[in-house]
């Protein structure tokens, strides 16, 4: 707090919410490294295990859950298979999806959430 006393605005709100704000981002900070770290403890725990396993029956398996995807994602229109498929399978963020298409953010936003609301609600994605 004492680092950002400066930016603190009276006009903006009370020191009380002002002080909330900044616990609160604070604690998203935390549980999103926090996130990350179990991530990246279980990833490489799993390129790390050494299994036994059919390696023809794994590509069939990948093979059929690729077919799966692009099959759920044939329900959704071009722009909003564009954002999902830059968003997560691209690895950008939103921002970067909107400068990418030339898009304002929230655009971006709406059709990532249009889009995963019509994978979710269609009868493909179950698959």
């Known amino acids: 707090m004492w680092q950002n006393a400066p930016r603190f605005d009276e006009n903006r709100g009370t020191t009380m919410t002002w002080v909330m704000t900044l616990a609160h981002r604070r604690a998203v900070?935390?549980?999103?490294t926090a996130r990350v770290t179990t991530t990246c403890d279980a990833?490489?725990?799993v390129r790390n295990m050494c299994i036994e396993f059919d390696s023809v029956a794994?590509?069939?398996?990948?093979r059929l859950k690729?077919?799966?995807v692009r099959a759920a994602l044939s329900v959704l229109t071009p722009r909003q298979r564009e954002a999902i498929t830059l968003a997560y399978f691209g690895g950008l963020t939103y921002r970067?999806?909107?400068e990418r298409l030339d898009e304002p953010a929230?655009?971006?936003k709406t059709r990532i959430r249009d889009g995963l609301l019509r994978l979710r609600d269609s009868p493909l994605a179950a698959t």
Do not use: C, F, H, S
């Open 58 to 62: 794994a590509e069939v398996e990948l």
């Open 66 to 68: 690729g077919e799966a």
């Open 29 to 32: 900070d935390r549980v999103r």
């Open 96 to 98: 970067q999806v909107a």
């Open 43 to 45: 990833a490489y725990a």
């Open 106 to 108: 929230g655009t971006i």
